[in-house]
């Protein structure tokens, strides 16, 4: 299998699908392999350093927790060569069109992506919902090989094929709950490599996060004191989207913007999906529907 994690900035990842993609490594060693793109550079986020040293700082960081989550991580790069500015991103031609390449590069199976925000009294983040909008205007034209040949020019006469992705929407904390899901994933076998990865972005967790003042978080003291807010975050998260658990959770929704997978598809390559806070029965339906059947 291989999946990629599209989102808009350092440590998205880590706090949405980071569980989940350590349980498919686990479960498929060598036969996985995964890569998460950031599609800003990241450089908005802190109240103390320039935006070029928060450029540095950060993608040092997200480094480190490639390196700890075993993962390819990568930054989008526009035909230009430029990387999109944090804060100011915009569904354009030029975005779609270096999202459709990295797509089309990779070939994943699975991409997982931020969702579209539905109700409009929920808050959002402008760059989640420009990579959520812009993977869905796109993804018809994943296998679409002359889209954009002037962006990307190449060969009209000669078109191979290339593979249309499922395309999951991952959790939005902005939406408080309000994120439908039909896959909920216990990856609390995974909380530990969640708290490693999810520490590397120290300037995040100990500095920008309880500074903003947007995510109700104290400054940790310590990586052990780090697991315990971690761990409420994940009840709150657990208590929004109604899962009567203390375990982690990450949940998932199947969309028809890529590929329509199979119900029996899904159920094989996401094993770890609980059917007591799964909607697995809606998602059965939903699925025979697209297909038709």
């Known amino acids: 299998m291989k999946a990629l994690f599209v989102h808009a900035h350092f440590d998205d990842y880590e706090f949405v699908a980071g569980g989940t993609f350590e349980l498919l490594r686990r479960r498929l060693g060598d036969a996985f392999e995964a890569r998460v793109l950031v599609c800003t550079d990241c450089r908005a986020g802190h109240h103390e350093l320039t935006r070029e040293e928060t450029g540095r700082v950060r993608l040092a960081e997200q480094t480190a927790s490639a390196r700890a989550g075993g993962y390819e991580f990568r930054q989008l790069q526009l035909p230009d ?9 915009r569904v354009d ?17 699975y991409l ?21 909008q812009a993977v869905r205007e796109v993804s018809y034209m994943i296998n679409v090989p002359h889209a954009f040949i002037a962006e990307y020019p190449a060969d009209e006469t000669r078109s191979v094929p290339v593979n249309t992705p499922v395309i999951l929407n991952t959790y939005d904390h902005y939406q408080f709950g309000r994120t439908a899901h039909d896959l909920a994933m ?6 530990e490599k969640i708290a490693e990865m999810t520490w590397c972005h120290e300037s995040q967790v100990k500095e920008w996060l309880p500074w903003v003042g ?3 978080m104290g400054v940790p003291k310590s990586y052990d004191h780090w697991k315990e807010i971690l761990r409420e975050r994940y009840t709150i998260q657990n208590r929004q989207l109604g899962i009567g658990s203390g375990h982690a959770h990450e949940v998932f929704a199947v969309t028809a913007w890529g590929r329509v997978p199979t119900f029996d598809q899904i159920v094989k390559d996401f094993p770890e999906a609980v059917p007591k806070f799964s909607r697995l029965k ?5 699925l025979a529907r697209w297909s038709g059947e």
């Not at 060569?81 to 991103?89: F, I, N, Q, Y």
């Not at 031609?93 to 199976?109: G, S, V, Y």
């Not at 997982?112 to 919902?129: A, E, Q, T």
């Open 81 to 89: 060569g430029s990387v999109p500015r944090e804060a100011c991103l």
């Open 93 to 109: 031609i030029p975005l779609l069109a270096a999202l459709w390449k990295a797509i089309r590069d990779f070939e994943p199976d």
């Open 112 to 132: 997982f992506c931020p969702p579209i925000v539905s109700d409009p009294l929920v808050g959002i983040h402008v760059d989640h919902v420009a990579v959520a």
């Open 186 to 191: 216990n990856v609390e076998s995974a909380f």
């Open 214 to 216: 947007r995510h109700r």
């Open 282 to 286: 809606q998602l059965r339906l939903r």
